[in-house]
């Protein structure tokens, strides 16, 4: 036997993958979240022939502000982190538009929702410093800050109430092309192409990923850590106040218990959507797409006459049957190995 | 090539010397540092509003702290192998719900119905956390939707079958004995005792820090970590929906967001009491005095008569505080 | 306070002043000059005042036990964390780095055992991150011999070796003034390590420096020029590499004089004591995955049985399937005469088969005490769950510690060891359990000289006592110094079998590379 009889070089890299085998082994949940809203959608079809536009709308606007706490959970989670007061500031950024544009000219609440992304901003930059400089682990600052945030909508406003003018409210649930576009989509679309593509595909993007994915080679590679994450928290600020504008567009009106539910149902569609829990890796496609097929559950079950306080419960099994179903077929493949 | 000046003068070294020695016994005996803490915050009350403590105090605050304790005893066990259990509140609540709707089925059978809440979701927690390895912050949060969906269904279905709340988990919830002894702490104390001697001195204990610390490494010694971990998730089950029964017996009333409050409290009387949230490291003693320690700034915010959204402001902040100090201490 | 006062009494060597060391003064530049560098981590001292010359042109080595410092040092000249004291100066210039990144443009690159790569960025994207210059790093990989790598592949989907030198090529493409290569030799084959050498020369004689770490005494002769010893914190010798050095560095490092082990003279009496009756362990034709192919053999009672491989030959699975790790995928494991299959390592501990694998941080618990440790496997089972005998445990532990030598000084956690005393602990931990046969897996891999000696003599006397124990080491020349008897693994089989007396150097590294002797002795 010579050494060419070796059969296994320790540096074979195995075959290389082109064309569409690429894109997917690149980018898993640009193919599965459409694929699955496309069978929820197929299904919502079948359940209820009558689907009309208005009900699209709806779909539209009811999710518009659970893909908003979606991306920002995504953010978050990319990376490395988790941000469990989402829905709390979602809240705050609510009642804060509900109550100053009560009374304002369709002007005057532009500027006043442009003032509230800053101030999202801004709780998310607390966000970021604390889990920075505490060194506390992110779930406990952001269990806590989120509780903080509770109050401080509450502050803002004890009980449900306040406005919009009419013509802002129309920018979510009006539409500019077709019926079947409503204005939330589009909404939707805008602030994930201004956010979060140039985000993406910058500098920025790539450090989220680098931290979330290994912090120790990040940071051995030149990549400033805390800043980075600290970015992503702020980031995750923005994006709930852009859903906490969206949510006076659904409801009209503010409400500073509303954000509860938003906190787990985006870690939900941010799970369902492919990002990954311990980071560096998912989109915010994914999590966006996955908050319409959280959203089209309730829908379904209205059409299927089924009382739809089921909704919660479909949901939270939806969740855990399918982390135990990614668990199952995981173990199942290191069996395999 | 001689010893250069020692820039730093001999007066400074020695206070360093002995801030540093203050540091290292704060770090090896950390309860006994909290306990000092929970004395300052007593003490602190007592010069706001002199007067108000009391021993009918003392033994309010017990009472109110022990569902907090219990709770904080399922998810230490938890921490300690480097989970954690989001669906506890839900569990409570629904253990609650349960048994109060069976009453009329008499003492013991309510109460089993109420603690297989606890058993059937802490199963449901280890199966998922411990076969299937899912992360527990998702398995939970999912358990702890379903749990709450469910329950809501099920208190709608069952109108029928009105929830009362019978007299001896009243009793449990908010009575006291001999004077002054709350009968919670009755409930809580041999619990206590069984949790702590259970981490110390048993076998089951050990897997849970060691499981904690270094999965693989128990492999590797022959443990089956996945019965640790599922035995872990069901006791934490199981005393969630013990302190279920006490809360609802405190407030004679079993609604849908029971429990709600005592989410965060939980984890923040665990990380406060010292225990990592990564695993491996900690222990109940500690979180008994962060349970003590929450629950009388809970009295100390409630005394200050400040508004609720201000009192939740001044609780969170106050609890992120002591868990940076904390960190600060042990890194 | 440790600012400038003298070090330590009583050991020799220490604070050599630069003007009296061994090798000729020349009027070469030189590129970084350290002194005095001191680190402390709250109570534990690791340097105390260590020193480092590197002059232009030269192959410098830095080599030390574990716990000496040379990794503290390290991560100081490279900017992982800054000293406590003393002075740095690189071309003249003191410097002072707060990060990695201003290391790196002063022109100090390291290339660590791990390679600071994201696992779920491309390579491309890594190189991004680093803002290295790709095509300078393809050019580096050509003459690594990969130039074909897709620069697209995500680093999670490639195998270390390859990372290991991407890792290398990324460091040589910032065309750094000193390169710090440590221990790269570890999970490389052979011919790469010749390779990697050839570019280090390469890089030498355009006048740049390198320092290098290694525990390979072989490879340091045969590359570096001057190599430097710290001991305790301290460096205690610079000396030149050529005159027959490696003597005088182990001296250096230990201390004292060091006498060769009387292994030798132990094998062949324990050999003859060995039970002939049913093996503790016998493989027959064992599969598992695509490296392990076809491997038998036979481990008795009161022997020492060796394997010898070259990297990815099939010996991390052999251990593993035996360990009960792994599944195989064909085959037959028999103890004692009865054939096993095992499913979990529980399997495996219950045939009494031990594992001591290679990387530490697989085993151990590093915030858990000694005693947590040690006493692990007790608990494996769910009847021993209940409460504790305290003072059985103590008893058994301490007994298992003191066999050891392990110094318990750091008792409140694992971390707080030295790496030879945690690998210790990892043994100890089936001292204190019981145990039939003894699977060691390269558990002496960086590790320093002092412990390995130690851990060397316990294997022996486990075998004297009645155990079988099966040893895989990468540093060949121990082999004929522990074991009765040795096996070479290749292409997943083995190719070779043959009693310590034969089993030289040569004749292992011929066979490793599947070059076996004319007269082959079969199994």
Same mark, same amino acid.
């Given at each position: 036997m010579t050494a060419a009889d070796q059969t296994q070089s320790p540096l074979e890299t195995g075959p290389r993958l082109r064309g569409l085998r690429r894109f997917v082994h690149h980018h898993p949940s640009l193919v599965t979240m459409p694929a699955l809203l496309a069978v929820f959608l197929g299904v919502t079809v079948a359940i209820h022939p009558g689907y009309d536009s208005f009900d699209a709308q709806s779909l539209a606007m009811g999710a518009m502000p659970l893909a908003f706490a979606a991306a920002a959970q995504a953010v978050v989670l990319i990376s490395g982190g988790i941000d469990l007061s989402v829905g709390s500031m979602i809240a705050v950024c609510n009642v804060l538009a509900a109550t100053t544009m009560e009374n304002a000219t369709f002007g005057e609440?532009?500027?006043?929702?442009?003032?509230?992304?800053?101030?999202?901003?801004?709780?998310?930059?607390?966000?970021?410093?604390? #889990?920075?400089?505490?060194?506390?682990?992110?779930?406990? #600052?952001?269990?806590?800050?989120?509780?903080?945030?509770?109050?401080?909508?509450?502050l803002i406003l004890e009980r449900p109430g306040g406005g919009a003018p009419q013509e802002f409210i129309q920018l979510g649930a009006g539409f500019l092309v077709s019926p079947w576009i409503s204005g939330s989509l589009v909404l939707v679309a805008a602030a994930v192409a201004i956010i979060w593509i140039p985000v993406q595909r910058g500098r920025l993007g790539l450090l989220l990923y680098a931290v979330g994915s290994d912090k120790a080679s990040a940071f051995r590679s030149g990549v400033n850590v805390e800043l980075t994450r600290f970015l992503a928290y702020v980031l995750g600020g923005l994006f709930s106040a852009v859903g906490g504008i969206g949510l006076v567009m659904t409801t009209g009106i503010g409400s500073p218990l509303a954000g509860v539910y938003y906190t787990l149902s985006g870690l939900a569609a941010a799970v369902l959507g492919g990002v990954s829990l311990t980071g560096g890796r998912g989109g915010i496609v994914g999590p966006v797409l996955a908050a319409y097929v959280l959203t089209l559950i309730p829908a379904d079950l209205i059409f299927l006459n089924i009382d739809p306080n089921f909704g919660q419960v479909i949901q939270g099994t939806l969740i855990v049957l399918v982390v135990m179903g990614g668990g199952l077929v995981e173990l199942l493949q290191r069996r395999k190995k | 090539m001689s010893a250069t000046a020692d820039p730093v003068p001999?007066?400074?070294?020695?206070?360093?010397?002995?801030?540093?020695?203050?540091?290292?016994?704060?770090?090896?005996?950390?309860?006994?540092?909290?306990?000092v803490l929970l004395v300052c915050f007593v003490g602190g009350i007592e010069m706001i509003v002199p007067g108000t403590v009391t021993p009918t105090w003392i033994s309010n605050i017990v009472l109110f702290a022990a569902p907090l304790g219990i709770l904080a005893a399922g998810q230490t066990l938890v921490m300690l192998s480097g989970g954690i259990d989001l669906?506890?509140?839900s569990?409570?609540?629904?253990?609650?719900?349960?048994?109060?709707?069976?009453?009329?089925?008499?003492?013991?059978?309510c109460v089993l119905w109420g603690l297989s809440v606890g058993l059937g979701v802490g199963l449901i927690n280890g199966i998922g956390v411990a076969v299937l390895q899912v992360q527990p912050l998702v398995m939970t949060l999912g358990t702890g939707l379903m749990t709450q969906g469910t329950l809501i269904v099920y208190s709608q279905k069952m109108l029928s079958n009105a929830p009362r709340v019978p007299s001896f988990i009243q009793s449990l919830g908010s009575g006291k004995v001999l004077g002054g002894i709350p009968i919670d702490l009755i409930l809580w104390a041999p619990i206590a005792l069984v949790v702590v001697i259970g981490l110390r001195r048993t076998g089951f204990g050990r897997l849970l820090y060691a499981v904690g610390d270094n999965r693989e490494a128990c492999q590797l010694s022959g443990v089956r970590v996945w019965q640790v971990l599922l035995t872990d998730y069901v006791l934490c089950g199981l005393l969630a929906a013990v302190a279920g029964l006490v809360i609802v017996g405190g407030t004679n009333a079993a609604d849908m967001s029971l429990a709600e409050v005592y989410l965060l409290p939980s984890v923040a009387a665990v990380i406060i009491g010292g225990t990592s949230i990564f695993g491996g490291r900690g222990g109940y003693a500690g979180s008994i005095v962060g349970a003590l320690i929450l629950t009388v700034l809970n009295s100390l915010l409630t005394l200050l008569d400040a508004p609720e959204p201000i009192r939740q402001i001044l609780y969170g902040t106050i609890i992120l505080i002591l868990a940076a100090a904390y960190t600060r201490l042990t890194d | 306070m440790f600012g400038g006062t003298n070090g330590a009494s009583g050991s020799r060597g220490s604070r050599v002043p630069f003007s009296h060391l061994a090798a000729e003064m020349t009027s070469t530049e030189i590129l970084l000059a350290a002194s005095n560098v001191a680190k402390r981590f709250n109570s534990v001292v690791a340097l105390k005042a260590a020193a480092l010359e590197v002059r232009a042109g030269e192959v410098h080595a830095l080599m030390g036990a574990n716990g000496a410092g040379k990794s503290t040092l390290v991560k100081i000249l490279t900017g992982v964390f800054p000293a406590d004291g003393g002075e740095i100066a690189i071309r003249g210039r003191e410097r002072r780095f707060r990060s990695p990144a201003q290391a790196r443009q002063a022109g100090v690159v390291s290339v660590y055992q791990d390679p600071a790569l994201v696992p779920d960025l491309t390579v491309a994207q890594n190189l991004r991150l680093a803002r290295v210059n790709a095509k300078a790093v393809r050019a580096w990989l050509a003459d690594l011999g990969i130039p074909e790598l897709d620069l697209g592949a995500f680093v999670r989907d490639l195998p270390y070796p390859v990372l290991r030198l991407i890792d290398l090529a990324r460091a040589l493409a910032s065309d750094p003034t000193i390169l710090l290569i440590d221990e790269i030799t570890a999970a490389l084959p052979a011919d790469l390590s010749e390779r990697i050498f050839g570019?280090?020369?390469?890089?030498?004689?355009?006048?740049?420096?390198?320092?290098?770490?290694?525990?390979?005494?072989?490879?340091?002769?045969a590359l570096c020029d001057r190599a430097t010893v710290l001991r305790d914190g301290l460096t205690v010798g610079v000396t030149d590499t050529a005159r027959g050095s490696e003597e005088r560095i182990v001296e250096l490092m230990l201390g004292y004089e060091v006498a060769h082990t009387a292994a030798a003279g132990d094998a062949r009496i324990a050999a003859e004591a060995a039970d002939r009756a049913a093996p503790a362990l016998e493989v027959r034709g064992l599969r598992c995955g695509r490296l392990l192919n076809d491997v038998s053999f036979a481990v008795h009672a009161g022997e020492v049985l060796g394997i010898a491989a070259l990297e990815g030959q099939g010996q991390e699975e052999l251990f593993d399937c035996i360990a009960g790790v792994r599944e195989r995928d064909g085959g037959e494991i028999i103890v004692r005469g009865r054939p096993q299959d095992f499913r979990h390592p529980a399997d495996a501990i219950g045939a009494g088969l031990v594992l001591v694998p290679a990387n530490r941080q697989q085993a151990m618990l590093p915030q858990r005490s000694i005693r947590e440790n040690v006493a692990l496997p007790a608990y494996r089972g769910l009847r021993h769950w209940g409460l504790i005998d305290m003072s059985a445990e103590r008893e058994r532990v301490q007994e298992a510690i003191r066999r050891l030598h392990i110094d318990t000084r750091a008792e409140s956690a694992l971390q707080r060891l030295s790496g030879g005393n945690q690998q210790k602990v990892m043994i100890a931990r089936w001292l204190a359990s019981e145990f039939k046969t003894l699977l060691c897996f390269d558990?002496?891999?960086?590790?320093?000289?002092?412990?390995?000696?130690?851990?060397?003599?316990?294997?022996?006397?486990?075998?004297?006592?009645?155990?079988a124990v099966l040893l895989f080491s990468s540093e060949l020349p121990e082999i004929p110094l522990v074991c009765d008897r040795a096996i070479v693994l290749f292409a997943g089989r083995v190719v070779h079998e043959m009693a310590a007396a034969d089993a030289d150097e040569v004749t292992l590294l011929r066979a490793s590379h599947g070059l076996v002797p004319q007269r082959e002795a079969s199994a």
């Amino acid at each position: 036997m010579t050494a060419a009889d070796q059969t296994q070089s320790p540096l074979e890299t195995g075959p290389r993958l082109r064309g569409l085998r690429r894109f997917v082994h690149h980018h898993p949940s640009l193919v599965t979240m459409p694929a699955l809203l496309a069978v929820f959608l197929g299904v919502t079809v079948a359940i209820h022939p009558g689907y009309d536009s208005f009900d699209a709308q709806s779909l539209a606007m009811g999710a518009m502000p659970l893909a908003f706490a979606a991306a920002a959970q995504a953010v978050v989670l990319i990376s490395g982190g988790i941000d469990l007061s989402v829905g709390s500031m979602i809240a705050v950024c609510n009642v804060l538009a509900a109550t100053t544009m009560e009374n304002a000219t369709f002007g005057e609440s532009l500027l006043f929702a442009a003032g509230i992304c800053v101030v999202g901003a801004l709780l998310g930059a607390v966000n970021g410093l604390v #889990v920075v400089f505490s060194r506390v682990p992110d779930v406990v #600052v952001t269990l806590t800050t989120g509780f903080i945030w509770g109050g401080v909508a509450l502050l803002i406003l004890e009980r449900p109430g306040g406005g919009a003018p009419q013509e802002f409210i129309q920018l979510g649930a009006g539409f500019l092309v077709s019926p079947w576009i409503s204005g939330s989509l589009v909404l939707v679309a805008a602030a994930v192409a201004i956010i979060w593509i140039p985000v993406q595909r910058g500098r920025l993007g790539l450090l989220l990923y680098a931290v979330g994915s290994d912090k120790a080679s990040a940071f051995r590679s030149g990549v400033n850590v805390e800043l980075t994450r600290f970015l992503a928290y702020v980031l995750g600020g923005l994006f709930s106040a852009v859903g906490g504008i969206g949510l006076v567009m659904t409801t009209g009106i503010g409400s500073p218990l509303a954000g509860v539910y938003y906190t787990l149902s985006g870690l939900a569609a941010a799970v369902l959507g492919g990002v990954s829990l311990t980071g560096g890796r998912g989109g915010i496609v994914g999590p966006v797409l996955a908050a319409y097929v959280l959203t089209l559950i309730p829908a379904d079950l209205i059409f299927l006459n089924i009382d739809p306080n089921f909704g919660q419960v479909i949901q939270g099994t939806l969740i855990v049957l399918v982390v135990m179903g990614g668990g199952l077929v995981e173990l199942l493949q290191r069996r395999k190995k | 090539m001689s010893a250069t000046a020692d820039p730093v003068p001999a007066k400074e070294r020695a206070w360093r010397r002995s801030a540093g020695r203050a540091l290292n016994l704060l770090r090896r005996h950390t309860t006994a540092a909290l306990f000092v803490l929970l004395v300052c915050f007593v003490g602190g009350i007592e010069m706001i509003v002199p007067g108000t403590v009391t021993p009918t105090w003392i033994s309010n605050i017990v009472l109110f702290a022990a569902p907090l304790g219990i709770l904080a005893a399922g998810q230490t066990l938890v921490m300690l192998s480097g989970g954690i259990d989001l669906s506890v509140a839900s569990v409570a609540t629904a253990s609650a719900y349960l048994m109060a709707t069976h009453s009329s089925l008499g003492g013991v059978a309510c109460v089993l119905w109420g603690l297989s809440v606890g058993l059937g979701v802490g199963l449901i927690n280890g199966i998922g956390v411990a076969v299937l390895q899912v992360q527990p912050l998702v398995m939970t949060l999912g358990t702890g939707l379903m749990t709450q969906g469910t329950l809501i269904v099920y208190s709608q279905k069952m109108l029928s079958n009105a929830p009362r709340v019978p007299s001896f988990i009243q009793s449990l919830g908010s009575g006291k004995v001999l004077g002054g002894i709350p009968i919670d702490l009755i409930l809580w104390a041999p619990i206590a005792l069984v949790v702590v001697i259970g981490l110390r001195r048993t076998g089951f204990g050990r897997l849970l820090y060691a499981v904690g610390d270094n999965r693989e490494a128990c492999q590797l010694s022959g443990v089956r970590v996945w019965q640790v971990l599922l035995t872990d998730y069901v006791l934490c089950g199981l005393l969630a929906a013990v302190a279920g029964l006490v809360i609802v017996g405190g407030t004679n009333a079993a609604d849908m967001s029971l429990a709600e409050v005592y989410l965060l409290p939980s984890v923040a009387a665990v990380i406060i009491g010292g225990t990592s949230i990564f695993g491996g490291r900690g222990g109940y003693a500690g979180s008994i005095v962060g349970a003590l320690i929450l629950t009388v700034l809970n009295s100390l915010l409630t005394l200050l008569d400040a508004p609720e959204p201000i009192r939740q402001i001044l609780y969170g902040t106050i609890i992120l505080i002591l868990a940076a100090a904390y960190t600060r201490l042990t890194d | 306070m440790f600012g400038g006062t003298n070090g330590a009494s009583g050991s020799r060597g220490s604070r050599v002043p630069f003007s009296h060391l061994a090798a000729e003064m020349t009027s070469t530049e030189i590129l970084l000059a350290a002194s005095n560098v001191a680190k402390r981590f709250n109570s534990v001292v690791a340097l105390k005042a260590a020193a480092l010359e590197v002059r232009a042109g030269e192959v410098h080595a830095l080599m030390g036990a574990n716990g000496a410092g040379k990794s503290t040092l390290v991560k100081i000249l490279t900017g992982v964390f800054p000293a406590d004291g003393g002075e740095i100066a690189i071309r003249g210039r003191e410097r002072r780095f707060r990060s990695p990144a201003q290391a790196r443009q002063a022109g100090v690159v390291s290339v660590y055992q791990d390679p600071a790569l994201v696992p779920d960025l491309t390579v491309a994207q890594n190189l991004r991150l680093a803002r290295v210059n790709a095509k300078a790093v393809r050019a580096w990989l050509a003459d690594l011999g990969i130039p074909e790598l897709d620069l697209g592949a995500f680093v999670r989907d490639l195998p270390y070796p390859v990372l290991r030198l991407i890792d290398l090529a990324r460091a040589l493409a910032s065309d750094p003034t000193i390169l710090l290569i440590d221990e790269i030799t570890a999970a490389l084959p052979a011919d790469l390590s010749e390779r990697i050498f050839g570019i280090v020369r390469r890089w030498r004689e355009r006048g740049r420096s390198v320092i290098f770490i290694s525990h390979r005494m072989a490879e340091v002769s045969a590359l570096c020029d001057r190599a430097t010893v710290l001991r305790d914190g301290l460096t205690v010798g610079v000396t030149d590499t050529a005159r027959g050095s490696e003597e005088r560095i182990v001296e250096l490092m230990l201390g004292y004089e060091v006498a060769h082990t009387a292994a030798a003279g132990d094998a062949r009496i324990a050999a003859e004591a060995a039970d002939r009756a049913a093996p503790a362990l016998e493989v027959r034709g064992l599969r598992c995955g695509r490296l392990l192919n076809d491997v038998s053999f036979a481990v008795h009672a009161g022997e020492v049985l060796g394997i010898a491989a070259l990297e990815g030959q099939g010996q991390e699975e052999l251990f593993d399937c035996i360990a009960g790790v792994r599944e195989r995928d064909g085959g037959e494991i028999i103890v004692r005469g009865r054939p096993q299959d095992f499913r979990h390592p529980a399997d495996a501990i219950g045939a009494g088969l031990v594992l001591v694998p290679a990387n530490r941080q697989q085993a151990m618990l590093p915030q858990r005490s000694i005693r947590e440790n040690v006493a692990l496997p007790a608990y494996r089972g769910l009847r021993h769950w209940g409460l504790i005998d305290m003072s059985a445990e103590r008893e058994r532990v301490q007994e298992a510690i003191r066999r050891l030598h392990i110094d318990t000084r750091a008792e409140s956690a694992l971390q707080r060891l030295s790496g030879g005393n945690q690998q210790k602990v990892m043994i100890a931990r089936w001292l204190a359990s019981e145990f039939k046969t003894l699977l060691c897996f390269d558990p002496t891999r960086g590790i320093d000289i002092g412990t390995k000696r130690q851990i060397y003599a316990l294997l022996r006397e486990l075998a004297a006592a009645g155990a079988a124990v099966l040893l895989f080491s990468s540093e060949l020349p121990e082999i004929p110094l522990v074991c009765d008897r040795a096996i070479v693994l290749f292409a997943g089989r083995v190719v070779h079998e043959m009693a310590a007396a034969d089993a030289d150097e040569v004749t292992l590294l011929r066979a490793s590379h599947g070059l076996v002797p004319q007269r082959e002795a079969s199994a």
